[in-house]
């Protein structure tokens, strides 16, 4: 049984915005977003619990997670793009706290492509 369902992401060229979003199962304890390059491991990206949100230092200030609680849908809407968040993002849920490990997360999304031109 499919658990999250990814949808977004797409082209834009540097400086631009783009958003993902999730449908998500809303019986977690934390859920977040993550991504992989191209010959990259898997990185996390924002974080979001009750306790809060945190992101990486790569995408703070510029990257914003958001979750509607009525809809069980999870987004990242994303500002100021650089060429190096190019990527395949994706959503997952974990049912302890919350950290930045993949290894420690326990259903993924399928991966939405988000390609920026310098």
């Known amino acids: 049984q499919v658990r999250l369902v990814a949808s977004g992401g797409g082209s834009v060229q540097a400086g631009g915005s783009l958003n993902v979003s999730c449908v998500t199962s809303?019986?977690?304890?934390?859920m977040g977003w993550f991504r992989q390059a191209p010959g990259e491991e898997r990185e996390g990206v924002a974080l979001l619990s009750t306790h809060g949100k945190i992101y990486s230092d790569s995408v703070k200030g510029r990257f914003t997670v958001d979750r509607d609680v009525a809809k069980n849908i999870l987004s990242l809407q994303m500002n100021s793009l650089k060429p190096e968040d190019t990527a395949s993002y994706y959503c997952a849920e974990r049912m302890a706290g919350c950290n930045f490990s993949p290894e420690d997360w326990d259903y993924w999304g399928q991966g939405i492509q988000v390609t920026v031109s310098a």
């Open positions: 809303g019986d977690t304890y934390c």
